[in-house]
């Protein structure tokens, strides 16, 4: 079992909804929660950070993390066709940082 | 600034042939790493190297082998491919930005092994 684990989906949903891509992680050293997005063939790209428990918004998009129950969730607002692409969560802190294996999103018009 | 670098784009090996994927980043990080990434796995983490002259294994390290030239290069080395290493492959290299690590990826290698 991965330290980090993802649904890798597909998960397609109509433009303007609201997204809902979630990780669970084990290890209680990790420290840092992040998202990448990756846009085919191409390599992934920082899209958010956060450190602690609780929200962080950035424009369309929110990190949570819940420390507690170990999980992590990226929300996006107003879902544009221009998201659509491959979300991986990260963890990280003293170990070598650990990526789920990502999260199709398709927005179809 | 380039960012990072990767060389070649696309390779076809044929089962025992060797080559080496280079890479080279021009952020002055200390940290590189190589990742696999294939459909429905991940990115897998292959070796890193956390400075200049340290090289460890990462998740998947069988069948490969790494060298950290110097600060800006970090090169992976197939010495006899196998069809299992057909792959999409990924340098990193991590450095702080805003007071967080954080890993910026390289452009890939499709690599196909016969």
């Known amino acids: 079992q991965k330290e980090v684990e993802q649904d890798p989906g597909p998960l397609s949903v109509p433009e303007g909804a609201i997204v809902s891509l979630n990780c669970t992680y084990s290890n209680s050293a990790f420290q840092y929660f992040m998202w990448y997005r990756q846009y085919s063939r191409k390599g992934p790209e920082l899209l958010m950070y956060?450190?602690?428990?609780g929200n962080k918004e950035d424009g369309r998009f929110t990190a949570q993390v819940d420390k507690s129950s170990k999980y992590i969730s990226l929300f996006i607002r107003d879902s544009q066709p221009s998201d659509s692409a491959t979300y991986l969560c990260l963890s990280g802190g003293s170990y070598i940082p650990t990526f789920g294996r990502g999260t199709s999103l398709i927005v179809h018009p | 600034n380039a960012g990072v670098t990767q060389t070649p784009k696309f390779q076809v090996l044929k089962t025992g042939q060797s080559m080496t994927l280079q890479c080279a980043q021009d952020?002055?990080?200390?940290?590189m790493y190589w990742y696999r990434q294939d459909p429905g796995m991940g990115l897998r983490l292959i070796y890193y190297?956390?400075?200049?002259?340290?090289?460890d294994k990462g998740e998947v390290p069988n069948g490969y082998n790494v060298s950290r030239l110097n600060k800006r290069e970090f090169s992976l080395r197939l010495e006899s491919a196998a069809p299992s290493q057909t792959s999409v492959y990924f340098c990193a290299s991590s450095g702080l930005a805003g007071g967080v690590d954080t890993q910026y990826f390289g452009p890939g290698t499709r690599l196909t092994v016969l």
């Open positions: 956060t450190y602690s428990s």
């Open positions: 190297s956390a400075s200049e002259g340290t090289t």
């Open positions: 952020m002055n990080h200390n940290s």
